[in-house]
C-alpha cells in the first residue's frame, strides 16, 4: 500500500512538493492515483484506518516501516493528507510531530469528511488530539452537535478575490455540476477563510448567512496553512470523471498549504494537466501496439530509439511546468503527443506490414496444402492410376455342367 512516486526529472532541478497521505486504505488508493498523475509531487501513502484487505497487523506493520520514525523525518515533507485517519494507529508522539511540523515548520495539511467519521469512535479521537486544533475545523463543536444528520444543498463557490483561488478559478463550473451535494457538518474556527458552502437547510447554522455549512475552508495555524474538508476523496466531487477540475482542487490545495505561488490562468494550467494525463495513458497504448507489433515479427528498435527522443523532450516538458512556466510547457507538449501519435502510426504500419507477410505466408500454406490434396484426390479417386481393374475369372461348377462367373 506504501507507494513512492517517481518524478519524470530529476528533484535536483527541480523542487518537488513532498506529500505524506496516511488514512483510510480506500482513500489511499485516490491519493496514490493524485500522485502519481501529478508532476509536480511526490511522496508517500500509509493506511492508517482499515478497509477491505488492509487489516490492523497490516497497517501496523506498514507504519512500522513507511512512517516517519523522527520529528526530523517528518519535516521533510511539505505537506500531510489526513484522509479518514483511525487516530488509534497513530501514538500520541506522532500526532505531536504532525502538530509541531504545521506550527513551527509551516507545512500545509488537510484532513477530509469533517471530524474523520461520522462514528463517534473514530470522531472522538480525533477531536481530542493536539493534531486536531491545527485545522480550520472544530471538531469538538461538530461532535457535540448533530453532525451525522450530513447537510445537503447546492455547492456554492466562494468568489471573493482576497482568499487564495484554490477553487474560484472554477466556479461556474462546479456549481452547475453540483445543484445538489452532502458532507458531514463543518463549524469553522474565527479566522477560517471558507473556500465552498453548501447551502442548506441548516438555518442554526451561519457562515457567513443562515444555511451556509462550509464545505471546503482554510485557515493559517501559526506557521502552515491548513485545510478541512466536508467530505471524502473518493466522493463524487473529487472523482474526475464528474468533476474534471477535481485535480485542480488538490493541486492548488498542496502547493497553497506548501506556501507555493498559485498559477495566474488556471484554467490553462488545467488544460496542460489534462496533456500531460493524456500523454500517459496514450504512452501506455503506444507501448502496447509496440508489443503487439513485435508479436507478429515486426522490428521496433528504431522506434523504441525515437520513444526516447519523446520522453527525453517530455522530460523537458515536466521542467517547464515546474518551473512554472506553464506557457512553455503547453506549447512543447503539444509537439510531444503529435511526435507520439507518429510513432503510434509508424508502429501500425510495421505491424501492418509484418501480418501481410504471415497472411501471405498463411495463404501460400494454405493454397499448397489445397492443391497437394486435390492432385491426391485426383489421381487416387479420378484416374485411378494406382489400381487396376480385377478381371473377371470363370470356373467351371462340374455338378451341374455350366460355367459360373
Not at 91 to 114: C, F
Not at 147 to 170: C, H, Q, T, W
Amino acid at each position: 500500500m506504501a507507494l513512492a512516486s517517481q518524478p519524470a526529472i530529476s528533484e535536483a532541478e527541480v523542487q518537488l512538493v513532498k506529500v505524506l497521505a496516511t488514512g483510510k486504505a480506500q482513500s489511499m488508493l485516490v491519493l496514490r492515483d493524485w500522485i502519481l498523475v501529478e508532476p509536480s509531487v511526490e511522496g508517500i501513502v500509509v493506511p492508517t484506518r482499515e478497509w477491505g484487505t488492509v487489516t490492523a497487523q497490516e497497517i501496523t506493520r506498514l507504519m512500522r516501516i513507511y512512517f516517519p520514525r523522527t520529528f526530523q523525518d517528518l519535516v521533510v515533507y511539505d505537506f500531510l493528507f489526513l484522509a479518514q485517519v483511525d487516530m488509534s494507529f497513530i501514538t500520541p508522539e506522532q500526532a505531536q510531530w504532525m502538530h509541531d511540523g504545521i506550527a513551527d515548520r509551516g507545512l500545509g495539511a488537510v484532513n477530509t469528511r469533517s471530524v474523520m467519521s461520522m462514528n463517534i469512535w473514530l470522531s472522538e479521537p480525533w477531536a481530542s488530539s493536539v493534531l486536531s486544533q491545527a485545522f480550520p475545523n472544530d471538531a469538538m463543536a461538530v461532535i457535540r452537535s448533530p453532525y451525522y444528520l450530513k447537510p445537503s444543498g447546492p455547492l456554492v463557490v466562494n468568489d471573493d478575490e482576497m482568499i487564495a483561488p484554490v477553487m474560484r478559478p472554477f466556479k461556474g463550473a462546479i456549481e452547475s455540476t453540483f445543484p445538489a451535494y452532502s458532507g458531514l457538518l463543518t463549524i469553522p474556527r474565527e479566522g477560517s477563510r471558507i473556500h465552498s458552502w453548501l447551502r442548506t437547510g441548516l438555518l442554526d447554522q451561519a457562515y457567513p448567512l443562515p444555511g451556509f455549512v462550509p464545505h471546503l475552508m482554510e485557515w493559517d495555524y501559526q506557521s502552515g496553512i491548513t485545510f478541512t474538508m466536508m467530505d471524502m476523496v473518493y466522493d463524487t466531487f473529487w472523482m474526475t470523471s464528474i468533476n474534471p477540475f477535481a485535480l485542480d482542487v488538490v493541486v492548488n490545495m498542496i502547493w497553497h498549504g506548501a506556501h507555493r505561488e498559485l498559477p495566474e490562468d488556471a484554467l490553462k494550467v488545467h488544460i496542460l494537466r489534462d496533456r500531460l494525463s493524456r500523454y500517459s495513458s496514450e504512452r501506455s497504448a503506444v507501448m502496447s501496439v509496440f508489443d503487439f507489433a513485435e508479436i507478429f515479427g515486426a522490428n521496433t528498435i528504431d522506434l523504441y530509439r525515437e520513444l526516447g527522443v519523446v520522453q527525453s523532450q517530455k522530460g523537458e516538458v515536466d521542467r517547464l511546468y515546474l518551473e512554472g512556466d506553464f506557457d512553455g510547457s503547453y506549447a512543447l507538449i503539444e509537439a510531444v503527443t503529435k511526435s507520439l501519435e507518429g510513432l503510434a502510426e509508424e508502429a501500425l504500419r510495421l505491424k501492418d506490414q509484418a501480418m501481410a507477410w504471415v497472411y501471405l505466408l498463411e495463404w501460400l500454406t494454405v493454397t499448397g496444402t489445397s492443391l497437394f490434396c486435390g492432385a491426391g484426390l485426383w489421381i487416387l479417386m479420378v484416374r485411378r492410376g494406382l489400381y487396376r481393374e480385377a478381371g473377371v475369372t470363370r470356373m467351371q461348377d462340374k455338378s451341374k455342367g455350366r460355367d459360373t462367373y
